[in-house]
C-alpha cells in the first residue's frame, strides 16, 4: 500500500546523499585549494602558525598543490563509493526506515566514522600517495554535517509529501485484535492518506469494528463493495485459518485489479524475520532468525581473518611463555582439545592452553553434585582441577588465545555465542539451540556481563540470542572494546 512512496523516498535519499556527497568533495577540494594558495604560497601568516599548519597538511612545503584533475576524480569517486557503501551497510536505506523518516544522528556519525577508517586503511595498506590528509579530513567533516543537516531538511520534505499524496480508500476483511491492530498502526504513525471505507466480518466471527469505519456487510458481499465503492486496497485481517475460506475473495480482487494485503497471526508467531524471493519463478516466504546482512557479515570475516592472522604473529612470544610455565609446573599436554559445536550443529575440534591437570575429565564425573550453573553447562567455583598457572590463565582469559587458530580456520568468530561442548546438546532444550545458528566467538554479551557470576544457563542463551537479534558490525566493535578492560581486570572469573 504505501510501498511505492517508500522507494520512491528511499531512491530519493540515495540521490540526495550522492549528491551532497559530492558537493562536499568539491568544497573540500576548495577550500584545500584557497588554503594552499593563500596561506601556503603567499605566506601571510605568522611563521609558529604557518608551520604548524604546514605539519598538518603536507610534511614538506609545497610549490604547488599536488592533486590535478585526474586525481580529484578518483578520489571524489572512490570516496563517495565507500561512503555511499557504509551508509547502505548501516542501514540508512533500509526501506522500513522511511515509513517515519527519522534523523539518526548516530546512523550517520558512525557510517562516516567507519568511511574515514576505510580510507585512513587503504591509504596506509597500499601505500596511495596521493591521499592528500587534508582533502581527507576537510571531505569528512564538511559531509558528515551536511549529511546531518539534510537529513533534518528530508525529513519535513517527507512529511510534506505525505500530507500531498492523494487519499487511498481501505476495504478491511476481518474484524478481531488483527483488524484493530492494523487500524491503530494507521493512526500511530499519523497515516492521513489513507480512508477506511469499512469492514466486512462473518457473523460467527464478528468482533465490534475500530470506530473509524462501519460494517458493510460479509465477505461474500464484496463483488458488491467493489463495484459500489472506489476501492484501491482490500486488506485481509483475519487469523491464519481463515484464509483458506477467502480464497475466492482473494481471486476476485486478484481479477479486479485490486491491490490485496494480508496480515495473519501466523506471521505475527514468528521471531524469525521475513522476506519474499523468488526460486525459478515460484514465489516463496523466507523466515530467518540469523542475521541477514552479507555484506556487514563479509566484513565481519575479513576483520576476523586479518585480526586472528595478525594476533597469533605477535602474541607468539607469549604462547611460547605460556607454553613454558604450563609445562614447568603440571605434567601433561601444553594444549587442550576440546570437542564443541559450531554453526548449525556442526562439531569441531578448538584449542586452548592446558589450565587443568591431566586427568580433568575423569575427575569431572566426582564433582558433577557441586555445579553452581542451572542448565546442562558445568561451572565449578575453586575447582581442585585447575592448576595454579591455570588459575591465573583463566583469571585474565590467556587460556582463551589459541582458539585465534579457530578464528584463522573459519570454525569460529572474535565475536559470538560461546560455544557448548559435544556432550552438552543433548541436554538443551528446543529454544537453546538457536544460538548454534550462528558462527561462535571466543567474546560475546556473557563474557562482558559478569562471566561466571551469571549461574543462570538460561540467562546466558538469552543473551546469545539477543545478540543475534540485534546484530550488526557496531555490537561487534562495541564488545571487543568492552572485553579488553573486563579480561584486564579479571572481573567474573575463578
Not at 235 to 241: K, L, R
Not at 455 to 471: A, T
Request: aromatic letters at 10%; one cysteine or more; charged letters at 25%.
Amino acid at each position: 500500500m504505501f510501498k511505492e512512496r517508500l522507494q520512491f523516498l528511499r531512491q530519493l535519499a540515495i540521490l540526495l546523499d550522492i549528491a551532497l556527497l559530492a558537493g562536499s568533495f568539491l568544497a573540500a577540494t576548495s577550500i584545500r585549494s584557497y588554503l594552499l594558495t593563500v596561506v601556503f604560497l603567499e605566506k601571510r601568516l605568522p611563521p609558529g602558525i604557518y608551520n604548524s599548519l604546514l605539519n598538518l597538511f603536507y610534511r614538506e612545503e609545497p610549490a604547488v598543490s599536488p592533486t590535478g584533475f585526474g586525481v580529484n576524480v578518483v578520489l571524489l569517486l572512490l570516496s563517495v563509493f565507500i561512503w555511499s557503501l557504509w551508509l547502505n551497510l548501516q542501514g540508512a536505506y533500509d526501506p522500513r526506515r522511511f515509513a517515519v523518516p527519522k534523523v539518526e544522528p548516530k546512523l550517520i556519525l558512525k557510517a562516516s566514522l567507519y568511511s574515514l577508517f576505510s580510507l585512513i586503511l587503504l591509504h596506509f595498506l597500499f601505500r596511495l600517495a596521493f591521499f592528500p590528509r587534508s582533502l581527507i579530513g576537510l571531505f569528512f567533516a564538511i559531509g558528515t554535517v551536511l549529511l546531518l543537516l539534510e537529513r533534518v531538511a528530508f525529513c519535513r520534505i517527507a512529511e510534506r509529501m505525505k500530507k500531498g499524496e492523494p487519499e487511498r480508500s481501505v476495504l478491511v476483511v476481518g474484524t478481531g485484535p488483527l483488524a484493530h491492530q492494523f487500524v491503530h498502526s494507521l493512526n500511530s504513525h499519523n497515516e492521513n492518506s489513507v480512508r477506511i471505507i469499512g469492514f466486512l466480518d462473518r457473523p460467527e466471527n464478528l468482533h465490534n469494528p475500530p470506530a473509524q469505519a462501519e460494517l458493510l456487510g460479509t465477505p461474500e458481499d464484496l463483488p458488491r463493495i467493489l463495484h459500489s465503492y472506489p476501492v484501491d486496497d482490500v486488506v485481509f485481517a483475519v487469523p491464519v485459518g481463515e484464509l483458506e475460506h477467502l480464497k475466492n475473495e482473494l481471486a476476485l480482487c486478484e481479477q479486479e485489479g485490486v491491490q490485496v494485503h494480508v496480515l495473519s497471526d501466523f506471521f505475527q508467531r514468528m521471531v524469525a524475520k521475513l522476506r519474499t524471493d523468488e526460486i525459478y519463478g515460484i514465489p516463496i516466504l523466507t523466515f530467518s532468525s540469523v542475521p541477514d546482512k552479507p555484506w556487514q557479515m563479509l566484513i565481519k570475516r575479513v576483520l576476523d581473518v586479518a585480526i586472528s592472522a595478525t594476533a597469533l604473529v605477535v602474541l607468539a612470544p607469549i604462547f611460547a611463555g605460556i607454553a613454558i610455565a604450563i609445562k614447568l609446573t603440571s605434567p601433561g599436554p601444553v594444549f587442550y582439545r576440546w570437542r564443541v559445536v559450531g554453526r548449525n550443529k556442526k562439531p569441531f575440534t578448538s584449542y586452548k592452553f592446558r589450565t587443568m591437570v591431566q586427568d580433568a575429565d575423569r575427575i569431572k564425573q566426582e564433582l558433577l553434585d557441586r555445579n553452581i550453573m542451572r542448565g546442562p553447562v558445568f561451572k565449578l567455583k575453586d575447582d581442585p582441577r585447575v592448576t595454579k598457572v591455570g588459575r591465573w590463565l583463566r583469571k585474565f582469559s590467556l587460556d582463551e588465545l589459541p582458539q585465534l587458530w579457530s578464528v584463522l580456520k573459519g570454525d569460529m568468530s572474535l565475536v559470538g555465542p560461546r560455544p557448548p561442548l559435544v556432550d552438552e546438546i543433548d541436554k538443551f532444550e528446543s529454544w537453546h539451540r538457536r544460538k548454534l545458528s550462528v558462527r561462535p566467538g571466543i567474546t560475546c554479551l556473557w563474557q562482558i556481563s559478569g562471566r561466571n557470576e551469571i549461574r543462570d544457563f538460561d540467562e546466558w542463551v538469552k543473551m546469545d540470542l539477543e545478540y543475534i537479534d540485534n546484530w550488526s558490525l557496531w555490537l561487534d566493535i562495541k564488545i571487543l572494546l568492552k572485553t579488553i578492560p573486563v579480561v584486564l581486570s579479571g572481573r567474573g572469573a575463578y
